[in-house]
């Protein structure tokens, strides 16, 4: 069977063209702009490579955006201060740390010090409570983004049998919690979730009608270890080598080209989850600025 390849790129195009006319009516109707800060604290190659993809995609939507590049040994109270700044500014209606941050700083007291009504990342304990009990929240971006490309490949979630490999706080534990909740239109699922503890994982993934893989390491599920007419997304982005023009080689943590051939539809690497994580933030900031001009909004 030829596997449907469902495309993150494709579907994050559609959802950008969406945004870019509600951004367009918002700063026409409502004189609102929304307002997104990227914080970056030192010059990892792939945070670097992320942060810039969400401020072109922030300027092509014509937000007010901001990227503030921070020195690697920025200290954790002049981190916290700045964000106490980003907080009080009333332009900005979104606030994103790139992580993960160097050792020196505690991530979770970072991520704390983000006013939950600008937390667009979705990590904040308040948005993460929030979403565990189905209120309206900011949605994790790259969980949202799974539950959006479901939804737009027209994915029977309902009733099915959902494998998640990993337990991540960014991506396994929200992906798994959104899907078992009674949420339309993408919900309702039986749900598994496994880790670097459980004993089998082919049992369970030979049991998926849907697999959502981020284990954090290449090609780590393969053709036998799924059923045929499994969908699998992949969410791993595994710098694997470079090419001789230095540009880097991509995989993700499944075997793509073994598991393709058993599968009714897939996500690639690159060109699959990736841009819908970006898309979601840009979605969520839109949402943010709704929020603060008191106008309705999906996450209030
Ligand atoms: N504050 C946050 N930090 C991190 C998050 C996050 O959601 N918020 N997630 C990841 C990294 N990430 C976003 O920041 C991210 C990862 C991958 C992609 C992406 O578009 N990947 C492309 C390949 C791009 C490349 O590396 O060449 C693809 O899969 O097609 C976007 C965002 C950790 N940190």
Redesign the pocket.
Known sequence: MAAKIIS??EISKEIREELKKEVQELKEKHGVTPGLVTILVGNNP??V???T??QKAAHDLGFYSVQDNQPEDISEEALLDLIKKYNEDPKIHGI?????LPKHIDERKVIYAIDPRKDV?G?HPVNVGKMVIGEPCFL???PHGILVMLERAGVEVDGAEVVVVGRSN?VGKPVANLLLQKRKPVGNATVTVCHTGTRDMAFHTRRADILIVAAGRPKVVTADMVKEGVVVIDVG?N?IGTTPEGK?I?CGDVDFESVKEKAAAIT????????M??TM?MKNTVEAAKLWAGLPCEVA
């Open positions: 993150g790129k792939a945070s490579s992320y942060v993809a969400k994103l740390v790139q992580l993960p990342d990590f994790p971006c790259t960014i982005v710098r880097a991509l690639p690497v690159p060109g699959g989850v990736g841009p994580t970006i933030l």
